[in-house]
């Protein structure tokens, strides 16, 4: 059975700092890939998703994500976070020919002045 | 446009009553999907309508839970004589159908508290 990985359950940084969420995932073939947020009492929001072509996957809110096919990964990362860009992050994959899409158990941004 | 919406978007019960959840996908989505997130855990699939196909109920955790799906619009979840573990935010989410590609979109969820 496919699954997704969220090692970091929980994450801090620094206004204005980088950030990287990891994302790994244990399925044969290559899945599509997704990364939502959620603000809290929100429901998710789509900031990406990755089906082929360029492994690099620009999202919204100033978001990226790397496809590392030889990792089976889908690390999320901006450059500068924002106040704002605290809320919980769930990263999930969907099989090719199939509906059913499996999340991550998310991981939860705190963003300190 | 509007999107996904929920209702209610909060409900208490007492343990062993029914309870039902309502979804309205955006409108022109064909495909239908019910979650559940659990304090503490991702999301998990309980169910998934693809037009007049018949559902997928692979996720359903017990037949205490049932969804259905009327003139392949409105969706409504039944849980009947609800637990305790049955607490947890239960999120809709539509997509159009056609393509292998689609994205969900999803609703803000109704928050289900069982005491």
């Known amino acids: 059975a496919q699954s997704v990985t969220q090692p970091d359950i929980h994450i801090t940084v620094s206004e204005g700092a980088s950030l990287e969420l990891r994302c790994n995932y244990s399925y044969g073939a290559t899945p599509y890939l997704f990364w939502y947020v959620q603000s809290p009492g929100q429901g998710l929001q789509l900031l990406l998703k990755?089906?082929?072509?360029?492994?690099l996957v620009q999202g919204i809110k100033g978001f990226e994500a790397e496809f590392k096919r030889s990792q089976s990964s889908f690390n999320l990362r901006k450059p500068s976070v924002h106040w704002s860009d605290a809320a919980e992050y769930f990263c999930?994959?969907?099989?090719?020919?199939?509906?059913?899409?499996?999340f991550g158990i998310g991981t939860k941004l705190q963003v300190i002045p | 446009g509007a999107g996904v919406s929920q209702s209610p978007s909060n409900k208490v019960t007492e343990k062993g009553k029914d309870v039902e959840l309502r979804c309205d996908p955006i409108s022109g989505h064909t495909a239908l999907y019910w979650y559940r997130q659990s304090l503490g855990q991702g999301l998990e699939f309980l169910i998934y309508?693809?037009?007049?196909?018949?559902?997928?109920k692979s996720g359903l955790p017990s037949d205490r839970f049932s969804a259905e799906r009327t003139g392949g619009s409105v969706s409504t979840l039944t849980i009947q004589r609800t637990q305790q573990e049955d607490s947890a935010v239960y999120l809709c989410?539509?997509?159009?159908?056609?393509?292998?590609?689609?994205?969900?979109?999803f609703g803000p969820g109704t928050r289900l508290l069982v005491l």
């Open positions: 309508f693809q037009g007049n196909s018949a559902p997928d």
């Open positions: 989410a539509s997509s159009p159908a056609g393509t292998q590609e689609e994205t969900q979109y």
């Open positions: 999930a994959v969907r099989k090719r020919s199939y509906q059913k899409v499996t």
């Open positions: 990755y089906f082929s072509g360029d492994t």
